[in-house]
């Protein structure tokens, strides 16, 4: 009990906010780069905690969250303008101090990537965005769970699942399964519609003409991609066959 409490927790500090995170009991780490408070001290800084050490939250902290083949290509690259892209995407980083949202970590190349956060209404087939955060590719990995177990990172996936979420493997096993389970039934649709009002509202960005086009191109390359990756392997690991055989 004594080291849990005492053990330091990565915090999530936009850099125009470090006074305040200084204020609430965080200290900076020069050697990690990183602001950091003991467990007992969080309540106080709670904006700028990961997820995963939230006491107001419950695991699962991060778990797959898969595009249904459909849309797949249909996110912000396709449908903004480059420029307008990274501005999102470099906000996300910002307001996390380049540190995962859910972890605190960092990956060792690069430090974080963007994660669209899309809600599915299953009835009126609907993919609605909610908003951009930053994520470690350890835990990205996990989200686009189809995606790494076509390039074979589902072991290493699957442990980085139950350490976050403090599972045991079969409980990290069962997530996936369910997961791809919801793919499956998702993915039998062909009219899915992609709603990313969320970014035009927050960062008054106009969606390119043909952004659509360039989704649907997106969306063959990478199904194309899927089919050859699996076709390698499908031999010995079966379950991955979901991924495209109901086209
Ligand atoms: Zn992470």
Known sequence: MVIALTTLIPLCVPFERRKEAARGGATFNGEQKCWMAPRDKL????????YRYRPDREAPYI???????ALWGFN????????DWNRIRKDA?????????VCGGRGPQWPVEADE?????????????????????DCHGVRHWGKTMTEDRQDAALAWMAE?????????ARCGDQAMK???????HTDWQCDISWAIRTYSVVPIRDGETLARELNRKFVRQAQT???VRAGHITHIEHLTRER
């Open 117 to 137: 956060g899309w809600a599915y209404d299953d009835e009126r087939r609907i993919q609605t965005l909610k908003g951009v955060i930053s994520l470690c590719p």
């Open 229 to 231: 990756r699996v076709g």
């Open 93 to 101: 980083y910002a307001r996390s101090g380049s540190r995962c949202r």
């Open 76 to 83: 912000l690259r396709a449908f903004l303008a480059p420029e």
């Open 164 to 172: 976050v979420n403090g599972w045991n493997h079969t409980e990290a």
């Open 182 to 188: 919801q793919w499956h039934t998702r993915s039998r």
């Open 43 to 50: 309540d106080a800084l709670l904006p700028f905690v990961p």
């Open 63 to 69: 778990r797959p969250w898969m595009v249904p083949q």
